[in-house]
C-alpha cells in the first residue's frame, strides 16, 4: 500500500478531519480515519486492530450500544466504545450488522479469511464507495477521494448520467464514474484477496410486520417515544447543535423535542435555530411559526436573508461536488445556514428532511378506512381527492380504491404484468408519453424531460422499473408499497449524502432524526389512513407532538416552498448565468440534450409564455461537467 495514495485521499476530503487523521499501514494494508471529535451526530471514529490480525475503520453512531455491550457480555457500558461493540459483534461474522442500529459506515479486515467487508447502515445516511482493480480495492466516504488515488480512472458512467436525468432518481448502488461502486443502505459487501466479491443485503423492512391498536392515541404515543429517543440518540456529544428550523411540522419537532429533553434535566447539548427570512416574497417565510417553537422552549433563532441567496447569482460560487452532479437548487440558501451555524460552532445540523417521505407525501389509504368501518372518513377523502385532482367520482373511485384493491390481492408477478398490459394498451390508443422524435418513452425514461435526446436514453438502456419499484411490491397492501417507495426513494438517498456532504464540507456533522430505522420500520408497519390523509396530512406526526409542539403552532405549520425565489432568479438575475451555461453546452456535445429545445423552452418560461418545467437535472449536471470536466 501506497502512503502517498491515502494522503492525496485524505487531503482530497480533508474537511472531514478537523482533529486530524490516523493511518494504519501494514505491509498491502492501509487505512486511514478523519477524525472529528465533536462530532455529536456520530463522530468519525478511529481504527481498531483486532488480536488475530484484522483490523476495523468506522464513521459510527450506534444508537442500541448498551443493549448489545450487554449481549456481549462487555460490562460497563458506558465506557464501551461504538467502535468496541461493532468490534466484537461483526468478529463473530457479518451476520451480526443486522443488529446494527444507527448510522454508520465501516470496513472490517478478515485477515483470517483474507477478506474484506464494507457495511452501510440501513437508511444510507452514511456514504462507502469502493473500486475493485487487479491488484488493489480502494474505498472511502466520497467518491473523490478514491479518484485521488494515483491511476484512478475517471470515466463517466453514462447510465448513470441517464438516471440523472430521468427526474435526479439515481438508485443506490450507481455512481457516475465507471468502476466505482457504493455500498447501498443496508448491505455488505465482501471482496476476498482472490478477486471475488459478494453483496448481500442484511436488512430490509418486514412487510409481514403489522402495528395494529384498539386506540389511535396508542400510535401517537408510540411515535412520540420512537422519535424522542431518535433524538436523544443523535444529541450525544458536544454542545451547541443546530437546526434549520422552518415552519413545517419536521424541523419543528427536532427544536422542540431537543427544548423538552433540556427542560426534563438530561443532559443534551444546546440547541441554535436557523430560518430563512422571506422580507419580500413573503409567501414563502414562514418565522411566524418557527418562533413560536423558538419562544417556547428559549432557543435563539438566526435568521438568514433568504432573497440575497438567489439561486444561480452566485454560479460558479456554488454548484455540484466532484463526486455527482447531484445538487440542491438552493444550495445558497443552505450553505448560509452552514456558513453561520459554523461561525456559532456548531458541532451538529439537524435537519427533518425524511419526515415528509415517513409520515407525508401522496399515501392515502381509503381501502383501510372501509376496512375499519370508517365509511363517512372515506367518502370524504374520495371526495377532496376528486377535487384536488379535478377527477369525477368514477374516475376518484377506480384510481384510489379499485385499483389498489386489486394491486393488493395480487402477487408481485401479476402486478407486473397488469402494469405492463395498461402500458400496451395505452401505447395502442395513441395515449403515450413522446420524446423529441416522437420515439415512445416508458418507465424511468418518461420522467425525461422533452430535450433530453431520445437516442442517448436508448443507449442507456435503462430497466422499464426502477429498482425500488421492484422492491416495493414485496408489499402487498398498495398504501404500504406506496409508503416504501416515499421512504426509501434513489431521490431522498441522494438528498441523505448531498445534505451530510455539504454540511461536512463546513465541518458539521449531519443528523435526521427521521431516517431512524426504527421509525422507518414503523411508518410501514401502521395503517397508512392512521399516518397520513389528504383531509388531515401528516394526521399521525401532528397528533404525536400535540403538547410537545405547541398548538398554534401545528394548526399553522403547512407544506411552504421557496420556488417563488427560483422562479424570480430564473427570470431575473440568474437569466444570463443559465443563457451562457448553455451557449456552449457540455450536455449537448456529449450527445446528452437538445440544447436548442432547452433554450427554446427556458424563453418560453421566461416570456411566462409556459410554466416552469424540470430544468435542474440538466442545469446541475451542465455545472457539473463545466466545474470537473472541462480542460
Not at 459487501?189 to 392515541?217: A, N, Q
Not at 438517498?493 to 456532504?501: E, N, T
Not at 461536512?504 to 430505522?517: N, Q, T
Not at 432547452?598 to 410554466?611: C, M
Request: proline share 5%; charged share 25%; glycine share 8%.
Amino acid at each position: 500500500m501506497d502512503r502517498g495514495d491515502l494522503e492525496r485521499m485524505v487531503w482530497t476530503s480533508a474537511y472531514r478531519g478537523a482533529d486530524g487523521a490516523e493511518y494504519h499501514v501494514d505491509g498491502s494494508i492501509g487505512l486511514v480515519s478523519l477524525l472529528r471529535s465533536n462530532d455529536s451526530g456520530g463522530a468519525c471514529g478511529r481504527v481498531l486492530s483486532v488480536e488475530d490480525g484484522g483490523v476495523l475503520i468506522a464513521d459510527a453512531r450506534l444508537d442500541n450500544r448498551a443493549e448489545l455491550a450487554g449481549q456481549l457480555g462487555q460490562h460497563g457500558s458506558d465506557s464501551v466504545s461504538d467502535l468496541d461493540v461493532i468490534l466484537s459483534l461483526l468478529a463473530r461474522g457479518t451476520h451480526g450488522a443486522a443488529k446494527l442500529i444507527g448510522d454508520f459506515a465501516c470496513a472490517l479486515r478478515d485477515q483470517r479469511h483474507r477478506e474484506l467487508h464494507l457495511i452501510r447502515d440501513a437508511m444510507g445516511v452514511r456514504s462507502l464507495y469502493f473500486r475493485v482493480e487487479p491488484r488493489r480495492v480502494l474505498f472511502a466516504t466520497e467518491v473523490k477521494q478514491i479518484l485521488a488515488a494515483c491511476g484512478a480512472d475517471r470515466t463517466i458512467d453514462e447510465r448513470t448520467v441517464a438516471w440523472h436525468l430521468c427526474g435526479m432518481q439515481t438508485p443506490p448502488g450507481c455512481t457516475f464514474y465507471r468502476g466505482i461502486d457504493e455500498v447501498r443502505p443496508g448491505e455488505v459487501v465482501s471482496l476476498r484477496d482472490d478477486g471475488r466479491v459478494v453483496r448481500r443485503t442484511y436488512w430490509r423492512p418486514d412487510p409481514e410486520r403489522r402495528i395494529r391498536y384498539r386506540d389511535e392515541r396508542e400510535y401517537a404515543e408510540h411515535l412520540r417515544l420512537l422519535f424522542t429517543d431518535a433524538m436523544r440518540c443523535r444529541l450525544r456529544g458536544c454542545s451547541p447543535v443546530g437546526v434549520s428550523l422552518s415552519g413545517g411540522i419536521d424541523s419543528m419537532a427536532v427544536a422542540a423535542v431537543a427544548g423538552l429533553l433540556r427542560e426534563s434535566g438530561e443532559r443534551v447539548p444546546e440547541m441554535r435555530a436557523y430560518s430563512w427570512a422571506f422580507n419580500e416574497l413573503t409567501e414563502c417565510d414562514e418565522r411566524a411559526n418557527a418562533y413560536r417553537v423558538a419562544a417556547r422552549y428559549s432557543i435563539p433563532v438566526r435568521e438568514i436573508a433568504a432573497e440575497s441567496a438567489e439561486p444561480l447569482t452566485d454560479y460558479p460560487r456554488y454548484g455540484p461536488d466532484e463526486d455527482d452532479p447531484f445538487c440542491g437548487m438552493y444550495q445558497p440558501l443552505i450553505e448560509s445556514v452552514l456558513a453561520s451555524a459554523s461561525e456559532d460552532g456548531v458541532s451538529t445540523i439537524f435537519y427533518g428532511n425524511r419526515g415528509d417521505m415517513a409520515f407525508g407525501g401522496d399515501v392515502v389509504d381509503i381501502p383501510g378506512l372501509l376496512g375499519a368501518g370508517r365509511i363517512p372518513d372515506a367518502i370524504g377523502e374520495l371526495r377532496a381527492l376528486a377535487r384536488i385532482l379535478t377527477l369525477s367520482s368514477a374516475q376518484a373511485g377506480f384510481r384510489f380504491l379499485v385499483y389498489p384493491m386489486a394491486t393488493s390481492l395480487l402477487p408481485a408477478s401479476a402486478v407486473v404484468s397488469a402494469r405492463n398490459c395498461l402500458r400496451a394498451i395505452r401505447r395502442s390508443s395513441g395515449g403515450r408519453l413522446q420524446g423529441r422524435n416522437g420515439s415512445e418513452r416508458s418507465g424511468p425514461t418518461a420522467r425525461a424531460a422533452v430535450h433530453v435526446r431520445n437516442d442517448f436514453l436508448r443507449r442507456a438502456a435503462l430497466p422499464e422499473y426502477d429498482p425500488v419499484e421492484i422492491e416495493a411490491l414485496r408489499w402487498s397492501n398498495a398504501a404500504r408499497r406506496r409508503r416504501y417507495l416515499h421512504l426509501f426513494s434513489p431521490l431522498i438517498h441522494r438528498v441523505m449524502l448531498y445534505a451530510d456532504r455539504l454540511a461536512a464540507s463546513h465541518r458539521i456533522g449531519f443528523a435526521d432524526p427521521w431516517s431512524d430505522r426504527r421509525i422507518a420500520e414503523f411508518a410501514l408497519a401502521v395503517p397508512q389512513y392512521v399516518a397520513n390523509t389528504v383531509v388531515e396530512p401528516k394526521r399521525l406526526p401532528h397528533r404525536s407532538l400535540s403538547g410537545v409542539i405547541p398548538g398554534a403552532a401545528i394548526r399553522s405549520a403547512r407544506k411552504v416552498t421557496p420556488r417563488p425565489l427560483l422562479e424570480r432568479a430564473l427570470r431575473g438575475r440568474g437569466y444570463e448565468t443559465l443563457m451562457s451555461l448553455f451557449a456552449d453546452s457540455m450536455c449537448a456535445q456529449a450527445g446528452y440534450i437538445d440544447d436548442r429545445i432547452f433554450r427554446d423552452r427556458y424563453e418560453r418560461f421566461v416570456r411566462k409564455e409556459a410554466p416552469i418545467f424540470d430544468l435542474w437535472p440538466t442545469v446541475s449536471l451542465e455545472m457539473w461537467l463545466r466545474r470537473y470536466w472541462r480542460t
